[in-house]
């Protein structure tokens, strides 16, 4: 359904030129396809609500970005079997999920870091945030940013040590 | 960049980039979306989807009076009443044929006629607010024919009004986070907020000051003072939180509702309980609250629970208090934003009643959830 707006085109184009980047987003800090499709269910309908500003917004796909991650850092979504499935995978999409490969080594030890750990290690090294647009992200200061990515490299720089 | 950060960037690169792109249903993002713009004018709470009541029975507890006196089978559960079954006189809005704009409505308050484009609606002894415009972002209070907005800004959640001019709301300042506004005699300020979520204002104190309200907590906050104050001695594992009257707290405890008072030095002090999962109605004075159990509407308060028969009824909603004496109940279909059937049921006379010419269709009443 489109919302016509001035500005940066409909909801529905957003969706459709956004949402796989978002997701690719929403699976890297969820760790599991199921998870992601709820975390970017639920950032989309967040989106939707505030389309008009949204839509006017200098970013509208970093708006997007945040109300992602903060919705995955405060882990505030409704159980997903209380509400429709809006988004989700076809039957062979699975199928081309990463496969367990003895090369990822760190893939399964971020995917067990603290949440906002994770949440900045993927800002940094997927999307290639600086710390002061990842702070605005999550709404904390610079400082916070680089502690908390300190944290998380020390924590997977010990394991792996552990693991050697 | 380190060798580990690199490594780092390539696998989180490799992973992403091996993903395939989930099916999206639009329509029904956009649907939901409509429904997250009621949520937020209630409050912090989790969507609940309609549940059947089953009909097997009710309990009437009351001081006094045995619950097998009273088979739900001898009580008629719906009176054709001249006065309970009166027109709605609460508030509501509906659509018109508007081929160009199937949002465009009519908002129906104290005999007024206001042609604008709702998406929340509440009501109580201070007014009515109106969560208005396509994006659903600007609230305001209803002045006779003409609405107030309470900012210029964007609101997340909607404002609280007091019975003694007092506002407050919680303005999203985008990058910056958000900002409290509370207005006083006249006069307004204001204070940054640093949550990791949008804080709702709850209500206010009886001295003046915003009750707001985070998956973290409650606090009491005063924008002409620095700081916040945690409410203390708050039961664990609260859900939805109301403030039936200033100064008091409704908290959904599981399958119950605790009600308390917060006192000078901002602790919660327990005055009674009651069954329910906190989507009831408060009547003005605070002290009445009238949910859904089986068979009918309950009211309880601290003397004891009475319930009004409404049999065989599905999807209802409990919109609020007419009356000092009784509440709109309304058969709703979230599915299809619609009303179905409205009833008036009296917590004196213990009887529902269909309420004469009842908007039906999409219709927004106070109350609802999206």
């Not at chain 1, 906002?116 to 999550?138: D, K, M, P």
């Not at chain 2, 002894?125 to 209803?142: I, M, N, Q, R």
């Not at chain 2, 999807?315 to 299809?336: H, K, M, Y």
Request: hydrophobic share 40%; net charge negative; proline share 6%.
């Amino acid at each position: 359904m489109d919302v016509p707006v001035a500005g940066t085109g409909s909801y529905e184009e957003f969706v459709a030129a956004r949402s796989a980047s978002l997701f690719r987003t929403a699976y890297l800090l969820t760790g599991n396809r199921p998870d992601a499709e709820d975390l970017l269910q639920v950032a989309l309908v967040k989106v939707y609500a505030g389309w008009r500003r949204v839509s006017k917004a200098s970013s509208p796909e970093a708006y997007a970005r945040r109300t992602l991650v903060n919705a995955f850092v405060s882990s505030r979504r409704p159980a997903r079997f209380t509400r429709e499935r809006l988004v989700h995978s076809p039957p062979d999409a699975v199928a081309h999920d990463p496969a367990p490969d003895d090369r990822l080594a760190l893939w399964p030890l971020v995917a067990a870091l603290p949440p906002r750990q994770r949440a900045v290690v993927v800002l940094r090294y997927y999307e290639g945030l600086s710390e002061r647009e990842i702070a605005e992200t999550l709404g904390i200061a610079s400082g916070t940013v680089k502690s908390t990515a300190s944290a998380a490299l020390a924590a997977l720089r010990l394991t792996i040590g552990e693991q050697a | 960049m380190s060798d580990l950060e690199q490594r780092l960037a390539d696998e989180l690169d490799a992973v992403a980039g091996d993903l395939r792109a989930p099916d999206v249903d639009h329509a029904g993002l956009a649907r939901a979306g409509r429904r997250e713009r009621v949520r937020r004018a209630v409050g912090p709470m989790v969507l609940v989807t309609a549940t059947a009541l089953a009909l097997a029975g009710f309990v009437l507890e009351r001081p006094g009076r045995d619950a097998s006196s009273d088979p739900a089978g001898t009580v008629p559960t719906v009176v054709r009443d001249g006065a309970l079954g009166r027109p709605l006189e609460l508030p509501w809005w509906t659509t018109v044929d508007d081929q160009d704009d199937p949002d465009a409505g009519v908002l129906h308050v104290d005999g007024e006629q206001i042609a604008v484009t709702v998406t929340a609606l509440r009501h109580g002894p201070a007014g009515t607010l109106v969560e208005h415009d396509l994006d659903g972002d600007t609230w305001s209070y209803v002045d006779g024919a003409r609405l107030v907005p309470f900012a210029a800004g964007p609101l997340d959640a909607a404002p609280v009004l007091d019975t003694e001019g007092g506002r407050a709301w919680v303005s999203d300042l985008g990058a910056d986070g958000w900002s409290l506004t509370l207005e006083v005699g006249g006069r307004s300020f204001g204070t940054a907020l640093e949550h990791d979520e949008p804080p709702v204002v709850v209500g206010l104190t009886r001295s003046g000051r915003a009750l707001t309200s985070t998956t973290a907590g409650i606090e009491i906050r005063d924008p002409r003072r620095a700081g916040a104050r945690a409410v203390t001695g708050l039961p664990a594992g609260v859900g939805r939180v109301a403030s039936p009257v200033p100064g008091r707290l409704a908290l959904q405890v599981g399958d119950r509702v605790v009600v308390g008072d917060v006192d000078a030095g901002a602790r919660f002090r327990e005055l009674w309980t009651t069954e329910g999962d906190g989507t009831g109605a408060w009547s003005d004075d605070g002290e009445q609250y009238a949910d859904l159990t089986e068979g009918g509407v309950r009211f309880a308060t601290r003397a004891g629970r009475t319930v009004a028969p409404l049999a065989s009824v599905t999807d209802l909603r409990v919109v609020g208090w007419e009356s000092s004496t009784e509440v709109v109940v309304a058969q709703w279909i979230p599915q299809d934003e619609a009303v179905v059937g409205l009833w008036r049921c009296s917590a004196v006379e213990l009887q529902c009643a269909e309420v004469a010419d009842a908007p039906t269709g999409r219709v927004l009443l106070p109350g609802l959830l999206g």
